[in-house]
């Protein structure tokens, strides 16, 4: 489980030039699921070891009434699912009648709170900021978002009291010892956890309810937050699967009443604990952008995926020609996916999905010797030589796994970081097909002799 940090406060205060500098290039997950009506984003963070999930809020100016008010308080509900709580002020406008509001709002909730100036480049830090203390939020913390001044110690700081509760917060930055990790794991003998994703009403409690058998008498009115999915053991043939199920706080018959327990934040938490994750999309709705933002957020944080496209029942035979030609359009980029089309309703194709999650369970977590891995990439330069780079050959020499779940190759040569994007993207691809590797990213780096 990742710890949840929300930037809260007023627009341009710069939530998201922070936002943007802990999650770099990575997908942004925006929110604007049915009952969530504000622009909330959420993202995850990889900052100097650092890592974490964190949500902007959207902008608060703290005066709003009527229907802006109910979105403001909408958008401190992100609050509730938040370790720590990173309320931002521009150090150049001063105290503003907005930071005084928010403030009111926040001294509410029972939340460990920061007190972020942000834009302290080019001023007097130091008194700019004194006017702050009026807000009575506690010690205040100095920062440049834009250009990253006091990022890392203000993350050092909130961390820090919760670092017993979240032991993966730091990541080690030490590849050796992912390596040594992997091979004290016998991944065959764990339970697979398998994460069941997707937006409201696509169908998830009904494929769980499948997958888990008619007679199972479903009480789902667990006790703890919103945030918290629901683990359910379960074993299928030889093998001890563990469902995460995102689905909803719920009882059975009162399947309706899950939307306003959608939260993005526990779909993020059960993909970044899943060894496969199964994204299941509405065939009536072919597929939204959130959908592809939730595969991309899948894959970005190196997990295995199966989409399932549901409610394939009941569909004309011309409809599901131009539904799926619809998907081939848009998930070009994953083309390493397995696709089912199923009805959790009726049951129908639902065993067979079990056989992609399994191929990208051993896809991710199969071992590679590295004599097989330089055969192949031998095998890949014969085919296609890499380019000339200052009018020298890329030569590569030998490549061996650097980790798994998912795979990663790490190739060693001259100039190999100076490959061209197509020509590491053909690598890529050559040992997809080689290796047989499904429902999996596979992440190539590139190591030179120092
Ligand atoms: P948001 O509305 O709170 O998300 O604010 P933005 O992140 O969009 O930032 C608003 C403006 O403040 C933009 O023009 C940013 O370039 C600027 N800004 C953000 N952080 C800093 C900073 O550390 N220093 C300075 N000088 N400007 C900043
Ligand atoms: P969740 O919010 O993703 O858990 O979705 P639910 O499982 O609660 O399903 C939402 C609605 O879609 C319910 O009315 C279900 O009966 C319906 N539904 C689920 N699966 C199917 C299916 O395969 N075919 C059809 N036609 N309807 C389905």
Redesign the pocket.
């Known amino acids: 489980m990742l710890p949840v940090v929300a930037l809260v406060g007023r627009p341009n205060v710069g939530k998201s030039t922070l936002f943007n500098r802990l999650t770099r290039t990575r997908d942004a997950l925006v929110a604007d699921f049915p009952g969530l009506t504000r622009d909330r984003k959420y993202g995850q963070a990889n900052y100097d070891g650092f890592q974490f999930i964190v949500i902007d809020t959207g902008g608060i100016h703290g005066d709003e009434e009527g229907i802006d008010e109910e979105m403001a308080k909408q958008s401190l509900l992100a609050v509730d699912e938040a370790d720590v709580v990173l309320f931002m002020v521009d150090a150049r406008d001063g105290v503003t009648v907005g930071d005084q509001a928010i403030a009111e709002h926040l001294r509410k909730q029972n939340k460990k709170v920061y007190l972020v100036c942000n834009k302290i480049d080019g001023i007097d830090a130091h008194s700019a900021m004194g006017d702050f203390y009026s807000l009575s939020l506690g010690e205040l913390y100095g920062i440049a978002a834009a250009h990253g001044r006091g990022v890392e110690q203000l993350l050092e700081t909130c961390f820090r009291p919760i670092a017993e509760d979240y032991p993966d917060v730091i990541v080690p930055k030490d590849v050796e010892s992912e390596e040594l990790e992997h091979d004290e794991i016998d991944y065959e003998k764990l339970p697979l956890k398998l994460a069941i994703v997707?937006?409201?009403?696509?169908?998830?409690?009904?494929?769980?309810?499948r997958i888990l058998g008619e007679e199972r008498v479903v009480v789902y009115d667990m006790p703890g937050t919103t945030r918290d999915s629901v683990y359910i053991p379960m074993q299928r043939n030889e093998r001890e699967y563990v469902l995460i199920d995102t689905?909803?706080v719920?009882r059975r018959g009162r399947?309706?009443e899950?939307?306003e327990k959608?939260s993005v934040v526990k779909t993020l938490q059960a993909i970044e604990d899943a060894n496969v994750v199964l994204i299941?999309v509405?065939a009536?709705e072919t597929i939204s952008d959130q959908d592809l933002n939730l595969i991309g957020f899948a894959l970005n944080a190196g997990r295995s995926i199966v989409i399932a496209v549901?409610?394939?029942?009941?569909l004309q035979n011309d409809h599901k020609e131009e539904i799926k030609r619809e998907l081939d359009r848009r998930l070009g980029f994953v083309d390493f996916a397995r696709l089912h089309f199923?009805?959790?309703?009726?049951g129908?194709g639902v065993g067979h999905l079990f056989e992609s999650v399994e191929e990208a369970y051993k896809s991710a977590t199969q071992r590679i010797s590295t004599s097989k891995l330089t055969k192949i990439m031998e095998m890949a330069q014969e085919e296609h030589q890499p380019p000339l780079v200052s009018g020298r050959r890329v030569k590569l020499k030998y490549a061996h796994a650097g980790g798994y779940n998912p795979p990663r190759i790490i190739i060693h040569g001259n100039q190999v970081k100076d490959l061209p994007g197509a020509y590491q993207r053909y690598l890529i691809n050559y040992f997809r097909k080689a290796l047989g590797v499904m429902g999996t990213p596979i992440k190539v780096e590139f190591r030179e002799p120092v």
């Open positions: 997707g937006r409201p009403n696509v169908g998830k409690s009904t494929l769980i309810n689905a909803g719920r399947i309706g899950a939307i959608f299941v509405d009536r549901n409610k394939w029942d009941g199923i009805s959790a309703l009726h129908t």
